[in-house]
């Protein structure tokens, strides 16, 4: 069974600049999810999708940031403009759903910003 | 919200010997509680879990214990390695799939 895609794996930009990251979860897995990972911190949610829906944005800064999942599979994640305190790893996990749990991790996108 | 706990945030330890982290949560309707190794530079892996209808679970040196009364669950790494520093991450997930993390252990395992 493939893992969790991610790319690119790492971006290096300028203030102001845009961003974009794309994940591919496991196949069949209903609920996805952007994390971000500052050194030294846990995993901060970002945005959850159950298919093609929003579960939870809460966190997610939406003047700068937005995510999507059009077609229920594949989710992009993107930073406009982005800001020097936007320097993390970004990752996107995927889990079966229905109350199932087991949340597996893809290797992650660091982004530098300068 | 859930509100999840973590303690110690960094833990030393004599290889050989025995490692415990401790994690407290809030929130009685999160059922599932999976812990993470994350080695440097690396993705969190799932090394083990546990569901809320069981009290212990074991898997070779790693077990779990939950303690639903309390609110409070532990993993127990026995006869550690060198290959088992990293920083291990608990968390609590309820029915939604909604996952809360704690704010990790920094495992140093020394030779």
């Known amino acids: 069974e493939a893992g969790v895609a991610q790319s690119p794996r790492y971006k290096i930009i300028e203030k102001r600049q845009s961003v974009a990251f794309w994940c591919n979860p496991i196949?069949?897995?209903?609920?996805l999810y952007w994390y971000q990972q500052i050194l030294g911190q846990g995993p901060k949610l970002l945005i959850q999708f159950q298919n093609n829906g929003v579960v939870d944005d809460s966190q997610l800064p939406k003047d700068r940031f937005s995510a999507e999942r059009l077609k229920g599979v594949d989710s992009t994640l993107k930073i406009q403009p982005a800001k020097l305190e936007d320097s993390a790893v970004y990752l996107c996990?995927?889990?079966?759903?229905?109350?199932?749990?087991?949340?597996?991790f893809g290797p992650g996108t660091r982004l530098t910003v300068t | 919200g859930e509100n999840v706990e973590q303690h110690p945030s960094t833990l030393s330890v004599q290889e050989g010997d025995s490692a415990v982290i401790k994690c407290t949560y809030s929130?009685?309707?999160?059922?599932?509680f999976p812990w993470y190794k994350q080695e440097l530079g690396k993705r969190p892996q799932l090394i083990i879990d546990?569901?809320?209808?069981?009290g212990e679970k074991k898997d070779q040196r790693i077990a779990v214990t939950l303690n639903k009364t309390a609110k409070h669950f532990s993993l127990h790494i026995t006869e550690t390695q060198p290959e088992d520093s990293a920083v291990y991450f608990c968390a609590a997930s309820n029915t939604g799939n909604q996952f809360y993390f704690g704010t990790g252990t920094s495992l140093t395992v020394i030779p």
């Open positions: 196949s069949g897995h209903a609920t």
């Open positions: 929130d009685s309707a999160s059922n599932y």
């Open positions: 996990a995927s889990s079966p759903g229905q109350g199932r749990g087991e949340q597996y």
């Open positions: 546990i569901r809320s209808n069981v």
